[in-house]
């Protein structure tokens, strides 16, 4: 069914972009943000193995990908994507934590461009919060993390986690069950990490507001980057509030989400929500 | 759990509790696993960590040769010093046990390799 849903998700994603091409759009959107130039000027500079890494992430992506004249990862996107999809997800997704699995598809391509565009996740010590089943965990250790902490308040969630990293022998990680909402406030995890990684509840009418509380605390525990995916509606007030937490954001690609109607009240049988890949930077 | 993560872990949230660090530590089953040595990683995560907790972790597992004192600045030239702590604290994994608070006992149980923190309402 999954499978199913995400092939059909690529071919119309490659179909919407043949459209563009037929158009004289371009395909990638790139955001305001300074950082970014126009590709032309950094096609030349690429190696051969990073231009086909580039071309496969931009073809399969429903996002997009900055370049960069760097090359910082070991494996291809698409053997972690392969990985990835071997993690298995929620056995009976709790709705009041949100639980839905971070699809593989986004999952590799998001921590590949961690990897490929800042270099923050190998040899870096890296933290989950909200860590669920593990996929970003995983893939963060695959990517060669030094070491890869996983934060989750679930039970289930955990012993799921552990089954799947053990079963993909990945020995560079530690699942921990706690809240993360409320047990940092003071904690010796402060800045005691390179990178954070998460992906949060993007809140319901019960929980307005938790994904600026996950957000919080992973700025609290990070002493370089913090990465979030947060839906693209929230966008201004994210920037607003990441200033107040003493950080530098800016949105690095922008995703279609497919959440799957993982509990009855999805009425549809999928649906699209419009997310921003983020990146925080602590201002030291 | 490794013993890296264990360096971290404290009972503050406890209501009343002051310090809760370092935490006591109770292995029932312990494994090892081999992992690629990584200098330049221990070096830059040693200031991040507490001695005395390392010293706890390694008398648990029975890992010898650590110094009283960390001088943060000779040992990072120091490789088999390194290569130790690389051992200690990213190659043995905590698959069963227990993390006790030192001023209330309380109890945090380690299963499958996972700590469980979680607090009842009326604790913190």
Redesign the interface.
Known sequence: MNTQQDSRKILEDLNFKKQQLQKGLPIITTTSSSTTQPQTQYEPQFNQAARATFQQAQSTSSGFFILTDSNFATIKLKKLEEYLQCVDSFENPKILLEQYITPSHISSHFLYTIQNNYDDIRGKLVADLGSGTGMLSIGSAILEASHVIGFEIDSEALQIARFNADEMEVQNIDFLQCDVLTDFIDSRFHKAFDTVILNPPFGTKKNAGIDIEFLKTAILLSNTSIYSLHKTSTRNYIQKKSKEFNCKGEVIAELRYNLDSSYKFHKKASKDIEVDVWRFSVIK | ??L??Y????S??IKKVKVG?PLKLNIMEQKV?S?NF?P??IQR?LP?L?WSAIKIAADSVGCQGFPDEINLETSTNDTELLQKLHHLL?EI?VVTGSLICPETNRIFPIT????????NEDE?
């Not at chain 2, 360096?7 to 404290?10: H, S």
């Not at chain 2, 499958?112 to 607090?119: K, S, V």
Request: negative net charge; hydrophobic residues 40%.
């Open positions: 759990m490794k890296l993560t360096n971290f872990l404290t503050k949230c660090y696993e992992t990584n330049e990683f995560v991040r507490d990213l994994e499958n390799g996972i700590p469980n923190m979680l607090l913190v």
